[in-house]
């Protein structure tokens, strides 16, 4: 025999259940909303992603007992331009001040705007690769067919290892927004 009681516990279930899915729901779109911010603290404590900026340079003594060499590298990713470094191997004292440059053109009918992103081989170079004016720090933007030299002001850290005598740089060139019509 069924009574009123009975009947009213599945409701009262069904109830407890949707306020648990609907804080479940809160506190997921909570995270997903603080997750941008704190990842950018996170970026900014570690030093993660501080490609927009020059970067420091305290020791300014050159080490001439030996040469580091330097390979450059140029890709665009999905952008109708050429790149390229005009001198893409150079040998370099550590702490010595080095001038380079690139050139790119925008090969297409239309303004298009870039970024250029850099990575280092071997991976931990990054760390003693000190640029301190770059066109990566900020977007590219190029008129149709407009062809511009690029400069990047670099300085290896003495301190680099040893055992490290060869450094990849290369820049990857995306298309971003800010695009002019």
């Keep these: 025999m069924r009574t009123a009681a009975y009947d ?32 950018e ?14 970067d420091e340079m305290n020791n300014t003594q050159t080490d001439t007992n030996r040469t580091v060499r330097i390979e450059l590298d140029a890709n665009v990713n999905q952008l109708p ?11 370099v004292h550590p702490g010595q001040l080095m001038n ?8 297409a009918d239309r303004p298009m705007t870039g970024q250029a992103v850099p990575s280092y081989g071997p991976p931990l170079a990054g760390l003693y690769f000190k640029k301190l004016e770059c066109f990566c720090f900020k ?17 290896v850290d003495p301190k680099l290892p040893e055992d490290v005598t060869t450094i990849t ?13």
């Design 139 to 155: 977007k590219q933007s190029f008129g149709p067919h407009e062809k511009r030299r690029m400069p990047v002001v670099f300085v």
């Design 8 to 39: 009213k516990e599945p409701d009262k279930a069904n109830r407890v259940l949707l306020l648990k899915f609907a804080l479940a729901a809160v506190i997921m779109f909570g995270f997903g909303y603080l997750l941008a911010p704190f990842y």
């Design 100 to 107: 380079l440059l690139y050139e790119v053109e925008n090969t």
């Design 169 to 181: 740089l290369s820049y990857t060139f995306f298309e971003v927004e800010g695009n002019r019509t």
């Design 41 to 54: 603290q996170i970026c900014k404590a570690t030093g993660l992603r501080d490609i927009d900026a020059p």
């Design 81 to 91: 331009w050429q790149f390229r470094p005009e001198t893409p191997i150079v040998n």
